[in-house]
C-alpha cells in the first residue's frame, strides 16, 4: 500500500466520522409531539431557519457528504 493511499484513507476515516457526528447532531424534523400538532405550520422561526444552528449543520452535512463522496470516488480510482 503506497503512502498516499494510507494518507487518503486516514483521511477518509476523519470524514466518516465527521459526517456521522454532523447527521447525529441535528433535531429531527418534527420535534416530538408539538410538530406532530402543529404540522408545518409558518413561525417566526421558521422564517428564521437560515441563522439558526440547525441551518447551518444542514449546510454542513451537505458540504461534507459532497466531499465524502469525491473522496470515495478519488479512493476507488487509485485501488
Do not use: H
Not at 56 to 74: D, Q
Amino acid at each position: 500500500m503506497s503512502p498516499l493511499m494510507i494518507v487518503l484513507t486516514v483521511i477518509y476515516v476523519i470524514f466518516c466520522l465527521f459526517l456521522i457526528a454532523v447527521v447525529l447532531l441535528q433535531s429531527g424534523k418534527s420535534a416530538g409531539l408539538s410538530g406532530a400538532i402543529a404540522g408545518g405550520m409558518d413561525t417566526f422561526l421558521s422564517k428564521n431557519k437560515a441563522k439558526t444552528w440547525d441551518a447551518r449543520l444542514a449546510k454542513l452535512t451537505k458540504w461534507v457528504a459532497v466531499a465524502f463522496m469525491l473522496l470515495t470516488l478519488i479512493l476507488w480510482l487509485f485501488m
